[in-house]
């Protein structure tokens, strides 16, 4: 008989259900999580701030196809982490990618592109690594409003 070896979930800094819902039972039967939508659809760049709706984007060419990501709590959650990313000098694209990897319980996670140059910029995130001051600053803002995109 085989053994599930992982679970594909949504899991990012503005959902972070699997935290309280399947986390423990991740650890405790060794059956990690494959993160999908690390960046949200999006949400995780910063382009999308303040009702922004750039060409060609997901957004603007699938309107009320990517909502459930699109809340007024969701907009200030990520307006804070923004803000986190521009302290700690890093994209907000950087912090989101490294706050899912570095979670014990993730194996992988799931990246979406668009282009080439997309993709070079989101494999050199996937170094960056975060302090632990800076994960108790990622959970303050998370302890604020938890997942405000649910």
């Keep these: ?13 503005i959902n972070r259900v699997f935290d309280i819902s399947n986390s ?3 650890l405790r ?12 659809g999006g949400r995780l760049t910063g ?5 922004k709706k750039p060409k060609k984007s ?4 699938w309107p009320g196809r990517f909502s459930r990501h699109h809340t007024k ?3 200030q959650a990520i307006l804070k982490y923004s803000n986190l990313a521009s302290k700690l000098n890093i994209s907000l694209v950087s912090l989101a990618y490294a706050f899912v990897i570095s979670r014990p319980f993730v194996s992988s996670c799931i990246i979406g592109v668009t282009s080439l140059s997309q993709l070079k910029e989101d494999i050199k ?3 960056t690594s975060l302090s632990n001051k800076t994960l108790s600053e990622v959970n303050a803002i998370h ?8």
Excluded: H, T, W
């Design 58 to 61: 997901r957004y603007s060419l």
């Design 24 to 26: 423990e039972i991740s």
């Design 1 to 13: 008989m085989r053994s599930i070896v992982s679970i594909q979930n949504c899991y990012n800094l």
């Design 29 to 40: 039967e060794n059956c990690s999580l494959l993160a999908y939508s690390p960046i949200a």
């Design 125 to 127: 995130n996937f170094y």
């Design 47 to 51: 382009k999308y701030l303040n009702l």
């Design 73 to 75: 709590r969701g907009e």
């Design 143 to 150: 302890y604020d409003d938890p997942n405000p995109c649910v």
